[in-house]
């Protein structure tokens, strides 16, 4: 019922036709048969989010064909080569890189060092590339050497590794190949190129027979092309793509609706053709709490009694499907520092991590209304999140779970992301939200990120925190030297005792195949 279209001015416009709800009034029902006319305005709404997410689908495919300088070996691995071929630390404040001297596009561009600096530098004025905003400037030294200056020293945890890691490389002549940047074309470094493009639809791959990479013991298991084509389809529909695999349609899926994955299960019906990969994800899905002092939960007592009263296990295998793992820690199991005791029941006093207890959630939250003088009608806690899969539920179960323990009054509401972002600037117009960490290889990454308010122009830390005491914790823990696990274990607990955020899971990303395949792997 929709399409997108790119006007001669690279302009991509959504068009969705709709009809008043009114029709179910006028209309004969026998008219109406098979048909189910629901409000203009919530249709509009979903084919606006459904057209976003099939563009950035797509998008991601068109991305995905380009190479970074380096990646990892693997979630929490080693870093190998991309384009890159070595780099070494000039001193605390610098790092030169030298690039392959035979990296060609799909175009014939050859990639120098000329189009590493400006890849950089690109990324960093989109804003959208947080983890390498440490970078200060990007000197070109020969043709394939770059110096990259950073802002904050290499003695903190991860930023070298992030600068190498995260941000894709692109010939400056590829990118200003068309006016939308590479938005809708493609012309990368890596193994395959764009055969065929169906906007909204899918994206068909070839293997390169020019890639510029021929000393085979340079090629990395992230580089091989092992089959001749790929087709990515865009199917937006959950259960469409279950009977694709099951019809032969699709042969690889890591997006199958949660209840679905029973079918090709040891025991389900396509058992036999198929088999899943299950491998831990470096993401960590978390409640998070408004902590500016205009907002309610700025108060330590309630955040515990938010904490303590959401069953954690069972919100993450409701909203993500039998892959969730439950948190034991403000960390994934996948980051470098995650400490193997945090699992055991021992470790917090024989408790779980901000365990699921209602009667000790009902205690703390006597004590807020004692400490602020308010009555239990008075407390009203909102929880807006993101359209992102799952975090409705997310959000839903919460409330049901704040009603447990007799807050009643709690707004639930799924924003689009500009009016989240809008909503989050004012610190009296919400409480809780929903949050996913990431962090290619250190806990400390993640927390950095999230909590280090010097990067920040308001000197808060996300969501409004100002805590001098966090603070001095975390310019310990995130230094190459301070990454021990005394600090980790401390800076977590931190975490844990005053409630700053609820992790909820990590996710097994759980990849189904066909049996015929002998060997996959995710990455």
């Known amino acids: 019922?929709?399409?997108?279209?790119?006007?001669?001015?690279?302009?991509?416009?959504?068009?969705?036709?709709?009809?008043?709800?009114?029709?179910?009034?006028?209309?004969?029902?026998?008219?109406?048969?098979?048909?189910?006319?629901?409000?203009?305005?919530?249709?509009?709404?979903?084919?606006?989010?459904?057209?976003?997410?099939?563009?950035?689908?797509?998008?991601?495919?068109?991305?995905?064909?380009?190479?970074?300088?380096?990646?990892?070996?693997?979630?929490?691995?080693?870093?190998?080569?991309?384009?890159?071929?070595?780099?070494?630390?000039?001193?605390e404040y610098n790092c030169e890189v030298e690039i392959y001297d035979c990296v060609y596009d799909s175009d014939g561009n050859h990639l120098t060092a000329s189009d590493v600096k400006f890849s950089l530098e690109t990324a960093l004025a989109s804003g959208n590339y947080a983890r390498i905003a440490d970078i200060e400037s990007v000197e070109v030294v020969s043709d394939y050497v770059v110096n990259i200056h950073f802002k904050n020293s290499l003695n903190t945890v991860g930023v070298l590794e992030n600068c190498l890691t995260e941000t894709y490389m692109v010939t400056e002549k590829a990118y200003n190949k068309t006016e939308d940047h590479l938005a809708t074309i493609s012309c990368g470094t890596g193994r395959y190129e764009i055969a065929e493009y169906i906007e909204g639809a899918s994206v068909l791959v070839t293997k390169r027979e020019d890639y510029w990479q021929k000393d085979e013991s340079l090629i990395t298991k992230y580089d091989q092309a092992n089959v001749g084509a790929i087709r990515y389809d865009i199917i937006t529909d959950a259960s469409s793509r279950t009977v694709g695999m099951q019809g032969g349609a699709i042969q690889f899926n890591a997006f199958l609706n949660a209840n679905d994955y029973v079918f090709f299960e040891d025991g389900g019906e396509n058992a036999d053709d198929f088999n899943i990969l299950a491998t831990k994800t470096p993401y960590l899905y978390a409640y998070t709490f408004n902590l500016h002092e205009d907002s309610a939960m700025y108060n330590k007592n309630l955040r515990l009694a938010f904490a303590h009263a959401i069953n954690r296990a069972d919100v993450g295998v409701a909203a993500f499907g039998p892959g969730a793992i439950e948190a034991h820690a403000d960390a994934s199991a996948t980051y470098v520092g995650y400490q193997s005791e945090w699992d055991s029941g021992d470790f917090y006093d024989g408790q779980d991590f901000l365990e699921y207890n209602p009667e000790l959630a009902t205690e703390y939250l006597n004590k807020y209304l004692e400490e602020t003088g308010k009555k239990l009608s008075d407390v009203k806690i909102r929880i807006y999140v993101s359209g992102m899969a799952g975090m409705d539920v997310c959000a839903t179960l919460a409330q049901a779970y704040l009603a447990a323990i007799g807050i009643d009054d709690v707004e639930v509401k799924v924003l689009d992301n500009a009016t989240m972002t809008e909503t989050k600037k004012d610190p009296t117009a919400w409480e809780v939200t929903f949050f996913v960490g990431y962090a290619s290889k250190y806990a400390a990454s993640n927390w950095k990120l999230m909590y280090d308010r010097r990067d920040q122009s308001d000197n808060r830390a996300y969501s409004d925190l100002y805590d001098d005491v966090l603070q001095e914790k975390l310019e310990k823990v995130i230094t190459v030297d301070g990454y021990t696990p005394e600090n980790i274990i401390d800076f977590n607990n931190y975490i844990e005792e005053n409630a700053l955020e609820l992790p909820v899971c990590g996710l097994y990303q759980r990849l189904v195949y066909p049996s015929y395949v002998l060997e996959c792997m995710c990455i």
């Open 1 to 91: 019922p929709y399409d997108i279209r790119v006007m001669e001015n690279g302009l991509r416009v959504g068009l969705v036709g709709i009809v008043t709800d009114y029709v179910n009034i006028w209309e004969k029902a026998e008219n109406l048969t098979g048909v189910r006319v629901i409000d203009p305005f919530v249709a509009a709404k979903q084919a606006l989010e459904e057209t976003v997410t099939k563009y950035h689908k797509a998008q991601s495919k068109l991305e995905s064909l380009k190479n970074i300088a380096e990646r990892y070996d693997g979630y929490g691995g080693d870093l190998v080569p991309c384009v890159g071929k070595s780099y070494n630390q000039v001193d």
